[in-house]
């Protein structure tokens, strides 16, 4: 009877995270991904919105520009982490890394103008986008309701490509990628609500 125990007791302490814990963690992870990114609109409306493509960042931008791929990058470990190993683990290294050559590309590019710094945006949010794009994909049959992160996806790879594309011009400034994490902010919010939804279905 103990050896049975414990083999149960070490059988539940190996178990995978249930569909129901990772939709929880998701939802935490999420919401703080909601509030990071209107922190990060505001402090670049507050600052940072006025300076255009030829304009050399200031300290404040720079810092700005550096931290959101890496919060990025971060979060989306995280996200590994609590839905476990699965056909999606790849993918979200993928992203990470994404995240980090992001980060390392940005941090160059601040010594140059607004215009490299939004060529490199543009270009990361437009990859991470696909990516996101993916694990959504792969994602719904496991844990649901990951259509606002698909529609999200779809749009930051439009979005990317459309920074990267004008970025040179000399009317785009920083407020362009302040949009672009606002609405990531919307979509992260969607997303916590028809989790909620639909862990409150499967209590039922």
Same mark, same amino acid.
């Given at each position: ?21 990772t ?23 507050t ?32 996200e ?18 994404? *995240?980090?050559?992001?980060? =390392? /590309?940005?941090?160059? +590019?601040?010594? %140059?103008?607004?215009? !490299?710094?939004? #060529? ?6 437009l990859?991470s ?24 996806? *779809?749009?930051?790879?439009? =979005? /990317?490509?459309?920074? +990267?594309?004008? %970025?040179?011009?000399? !009317?785009?400034? #920083?407020?362009?990628?302040?949009g ?8 992260f ?16």
């Amino acid at each position: 009877m103990t050896q049975t125990t414990a083999t149960s007791t070490t059988s539940t302490a190996s178990t995978p995270p249930t569909a129901t814990t990772t939709s929880s963690g998701l939802r935490s992870l999420h919401l703080i991904r909601v509030a990071f990114s209107l922190i990060w609109v505001t402090l670049v409306f507050t600052t940072s919105a006025s300076l255009v493509s030829t304009d050399e960042p200031t300290v404040i931008a720079a810092v700005l520009l550096v931290v959101y791929p890496l919060w990025d990058a971060i979060a989306t470990l995280v996200e590994g982490r609590l839905t476990g190993t699965g056909s999606t683990n790849g993918v979200g290294t993928i992203n990470t890394g994404l *995240g980090l050559a992001a980060t =390392a /590309g940005m941090i160059a +590019a601040v010594f %140059s103008t607004i215009g !490299t710094a939004l #060529l490199v945006f543009g270009v990361w949010a437009l990859l991470s986008g696909a990516v996101q794009l993916v694990v959504a994909i792969r994602r719904r049959r496991t844990v649901g309701a990951q259509w606002p992160m698909a529609v999200s996806g *779809g749009q930051s790879v439009l =979005a /990317g490509a459309t920074i +990267a594309a004008t %970025s040179a011009s000399a !009317t785009s400034s #920083l407020s362009t990628v302040a949009g672009y994490s606002a609405f990531g902010a919307f979509w992260f919010l969607v997303s916590v609500i028809a989790l909620s939804i639909r862990s409150r279905r499967e209590k039922r």
